[in-house]
C-alpha cells in the first residue's frame, strides 16, 4: 500500500496500518515517524476505550454523562 493510500486509510480511524517502506533517506525516516506516530496514537485510543470500559463498569452514572459530552 503506498503511503498516499496509507494515509487516507487511517485518516477513516483504521489505526493498525503502517506504511512499508524500506527507504534509508529523508523519506523513509518520515515514513518511520508517522508509522510511531500512528501507533502511539493507537495506544493512546486503546487505553482510552479501556478507561471507559473500566468507568462503565464501576460507575454507569459517570459513563452516561461522559457519553453526552
Do not use: C, W
Request: proline share 1%.
Amino acid at each position: 500500500m503506498s503511503g498516499a493510500t496509507t494515509n487516507r486509510v487511517i485518516g477513516t480511524g483504521k489505526l493498525d496500518h503502517r506504511i512499508n517502506i524500506s527507504r534509508k533517506d529523508e523519506i523513509g525516516e518520515l515514513a518511520t515517524n508517522f508509522n510511531q506516530m500512528t501507533e502511539k496514537l493507537q495506544e493512546s485510543q486503546l487505553e482510552m476505550k479501556s478507561l471507559y470500559e473500566n468507568l462503565e463498569e464501576y460507575s454507569p452514572l459517570s459513563a452516561q454523562s461522559y457519553r453526552r459530552t
